[in-house]
């Protein structure tokens, strides 16, 4: 029963932190990396598609991705989705290659963005801490059922309280990582 619950409650505190991961991918640094197009649908025969089913991304050089369609005419269709994204990006085609290079970033515009990350991690800690709270309920709900031992529902909080702290300091660590990139000129 304890096993099932944290167990139950870590998967839901690594989902927390991947979801972290991947949303911190997507904030720019002004460097080139392949993931940064992946949220971007393409309209493809009528469904939208992710860019990375219809092209492949790769990078050029440090500050610029290249976009290679599996077929000739979505060029023009994968430049107009990378152009209307939130990225601020402007696409050019080169013959049948869309290059996407990244501009340079201004002090002012990292700042935004370091305060973007930290809002974002802020809330995967509370996602974390409430996850915590959950956990501790199905404890205290599983003593009241009289399922499991007041020592076992302590034994049980320690251990959720464990894994809470261990997925707040893996969520600080990306954050450091982030901001120490987005100062990095």
Known sequence: MIADI???TESKMQKSVENLKNTLAKVRTGRAHAGLLD???VDYYGNPTPINQVAS???MDARTLSVSPFEKKMGAVIEKAIRDSDLGLNPASMGDVVRVPMPALTEERRRDLIKVVRGEAED???AVRNLRRDGN???KKAVKDKLISEDDERRGTDDVQKLTDKYIADIDKQL???EKELLTV
């Open 176 to 178: 450091a990582d982030k």
């Open 6 to 8: 944290k167990k139950n």
């Open 124 to 126: 995967s800690r509370v």
């Open 137 to 139: 309920e199905q404890l």
């Open 57 to 59: 991304v790769g990078l």
């Open 39 to 41: 949220h971007i649908m």
